[in-house]
């Protein structure tokens, strides 16, 4: 078997769980791979002071960004923090008409101290490599991913919000840039990490979003690209996400794609189901769902809490049975620009069901978020200072 973020089963034990368990150096030594060239400072005081406020998911970009660039020839080369702007590309680079991409997500918090940190940075780093692996690119040195980080989040330091609930969202993401039409992998690829302060990724917080499962439309089949983090995933789901804003709905909810009856994943986060009886359930990783860092963590931090954690084969039928009869009590999604959100209401055609339970979501959403913003202590070093 191809090794996939599916090749095993127990998700405490998948590669990319320990590839994040593995000591990171610090920061102060991997500073400096991607040197900042251009000036320092771009939006004055007042410029970013406005562009914090009111903060929502994705919209405003901070005053630089990282950059490599990759050949066949040469390997990784020009690692750089230059001012954030326009990127110029032929229009025959290879990614604008096969979709060679792959990207990745994770934040930086600010702490109470003012310091700045993320969370499992090599797990990030890992997928990347994962996803760059199906998506025939070259794959990028773990450390050298971090360096990425730590050197961008030092130079735009002051675009770390301190809001409840913000963080600086960091957005790596590697393309094909070589000019050509044949299908084949590139020789020329780019690499480049932007950085955009955020607030909560649904406008009303944590309040319980509604879904809509989709019926028509699969987000990803078998052996193909479910498990990798590349845009062709999302883009798929942006029809069944139009179908979801018409049926007055926050997310779209797939299902497999051989039986048509097995929960997924959302359009960009995991989901978790809680039972009466206190089992969370999550999704098997089939080779078709996103191996997210958000679900990992919660399963560990679940798992050491004492709860039984189980990767299920979870039925849309068997789901609504459930909730109909109690047998389940909560539902919830999780991710990293997400976090941990309850879902309310769950709505298909032929099917329209309420969900009132959140308690087991707000426990975990309040651990985990208590890790990563430096409120609770960090058993599993987790947390990495970048600044
Ligand atoms: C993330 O959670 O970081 C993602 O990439 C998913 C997307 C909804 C923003």
Redesign the pocket.
Known sequence: MTETAASVTSSLETPLARAAAVPVPQADELAGRFPLTGPARIASDAERAQALTDLHFGHVFSDHMAHARWTRQEGWGGHEVRPYGEISLSPAAAVLHYGQEVFE?IKAYRHADGSIWTFRPRYNAARMNVSARRLALPEMPEEDFIASLVDLVRADADWVPEGDGESLYLRPFMFASEAFLGVHAAGVVDYYLIASPSGA?FTHGLQPISIWVSQNYHRAGRGGTGFA?TGGNYASSLLPQQEADAQGCDQVCFLDDVTEKNLEELG??NIMVVDADGTVRTPHLTGTILEGNTRSAIIRLLTDAGRRVVEDTITLEGLLADIESGKVSEVFAC????VVVPLGHLKGEGFDVRIEGQEVTHQIHDRLTGIQYGRLEDPYNWMYRLA
């Open positions: 997500g990724y983090k960009g986060m991710g990293t620009a997400a």
